[in-house]
Structure formats: C-alpha cells, structure tokens
C-alpha cells in the first residue's frame, strides 16, 4: 500500500498539479473562515470582494476546481488579508 503526504498528492498526476491544489485550499479555508467570521450575509460579502453571490457560494461550498491560484489571491487581498509565503528545499 502505498502512503501519501496529502489527498493532493494521492489525487493529482504530477507534484506541480498536487502543490497547487494543497495552495488553492488553504486559500479557500482562510477566504471561507474570513467570510463566516464577518457575520454578513453571503450577497454583502461577494459585493465586497467582486464576486457574484452564486460564484461565492461556489466558494464557500468548496467547488475548488472553478477558482485559480491567481483569482484566490486576488479575493484573499480584496479581504484584507496578508498573504506570507514560505519557499523552502523539499
């Protein structure tokens, strides 16, 4: 039986394809807590981040196939979050 580090890394065809997705759901986790913790209604929220409130419920419902890295950065800095990213060897 062979193990995995992350579902990602079980699922996706290369490392490349499986370290995106691992970067897409941290940005998906933290944009979906940002959006819980605001207290506002899902229509408020996509009017802040420039999104419709079907395609922010496609966030929220975890359609992470329909978001790119880049169009998650983009939502995360329209929250007014700090993004740190830490490259390292493997």
Do not use: C, H
């Not at 959006?35 to 966030?59: E, F, W, Y």
Request: no cysteine.
């Amino acid at each position: 039986m062979k193990s995995y580090n992350s579902v990602w890394d079980a699922l996706e065809d290369s490392p490349e394809e499986a370290q995106n997705m691992k970067m897409r759901s941290i940005f998906i986790m933290a944009i979906k807590d940002y959006v819980k913790q605001s207290g506002s209604t899902q229509t408020a929220m996509a009017k802040t981040l420039g999104i419709s409130q079907p395609r922010l419920n496609d966030l929220l419902t975890g359609k992470i196939g329909k978001f790119s890295l880049d169009k998650l950065v983009g939502l995360a800095v329209k929250a007014g979050m700090s993004i740190n990213l830490d490259v390292k060897a493997a």
